[in-house]
């Protein structure tokens, strides 16, 4: 499996990015996705996962703030992110997991991608 990632950049606090996470090699809808976060000197997090049955979560950080959806014609994972604060600045990855467990479980996820970087200036 391969996901690649694009969308980061550099905003201002309050600005959007919308990140994107396309799959390649398996069938849509036939697993979970989650998007997680790495800021220097700290762990991988948890943002948000969708599960095959469209079921979203989300970190606490970021509810009402950020929106994950999934285009399965597309093979495409979307992270919509609004009113960004200085605190949501790391590289962002997407994964797949073919099993269940808990999304916030980074050994949970079978396939990452390279990571896209986001930066967010006060």
């Known amino acids: 499996v391969q996901l690649v990632e694009s969308g980061g950049g550099s905003v201002q606090s309050g600005g959007s990015l919308r990140l994107y996470c396309v799959v390649f090699g398996y069938t849509a809808n036939s697993y979970s996705m989650g998007w997680f976060r790495q800021a220097p000197g700290k762990e991988r997090e948890g943002v948000a996962a969708i599960d095959i049955d469209g079921s979203t979560k989300y970190a606490d950080s970021v509810k009402g703030r950020f929106t994950i959806s999934q285009d399965n014609a597309r093979g495409t994972l979307y992270l919509q992110m609004n009113s960004l604060k200085p605190e949501d600045t790391g590289m962002y990855y997407c994964?797949?997991?073919?099993?269940?467990?808990?999304?916030?479980?980074?050994?949970?996820?079978?396939?990452w991608g390279q990571g896209t970087q986001v930066t967010v200036s006060s």
């Open positions: 994964a797949l997991a073919w099993n269940g467990g808990s999304w916030l479980d980074v050994g949970r996820y079978d396939g």
